[in-house]
């Protein structure tokens, strides 16, 4: 049974840290590319940050770059999206997906609200 199951999200106000975490489970993790996007209310959702499944390949949206990194550890099958310097236009649910040649998964998303 494939899970992909985001965590870490919450209230932090502006210029606060979060740290995301992205658990995968019943695929094979380390050949997927993996991304974080986030949709804000009455938006699109948006592409954040991905990975490739190797790690070695990042490429960020230009609103979070310098401010927040995405890593993966392909031993715990996890995807992470550290986050600095947060202000309230990151404010959305963020959800974490897992996509190769031949499909992809979604998962239910953490909400981070940036506010004072």
């Given at each position: 049974?494939v899970?992909?199951?985001e965590?870490g ?16 489970s019943g ?5 997927y590319?993996m991304?974080?996007?986030r ?8 592409l ?6 190797t790690g070695?390949s990042t ?11 995405i890593?993966?550890d392909n031993?715990k099958?996890?995807v ?9 236009d990151?404010?959305g ?5 897992a996509?190769?040649?031949?499909r ?8 981070v609200?940036v506010s004072s």
């Amino acid at each position: 049974q494939v899970q992909v199951v985001e965590s870490g999200g919450g209230l932090v106000q502006p210029g606060g840290s979060l740290r995301l975490s992205c658990a995968a489970s019943g695929f094979t993790f380390s050949v997927y590319a993996m991304s974080w996007y986030r949709q804000a209310p009455g938006k699109e959702r948006e592409l954040v940050a991905a990975i490739s499944s190797t790690g070695s390949s990042t490429n960020y949206a230009d609103s979070v770059k310098g401010r927040f990194t995405i890593s993966r550890d392909n031993v715990k099958n996890t995807v992470y999206l550290q986050m600095n310097s947060l202000k309230p236009d990151d404010t959305g649910v963020y959800f974490c997906n897992a996509k190769n040649m031949y499909r992809q998964y979604w998962g239910q998303g953490t909400q981070v609200t940036v506010s004072s």
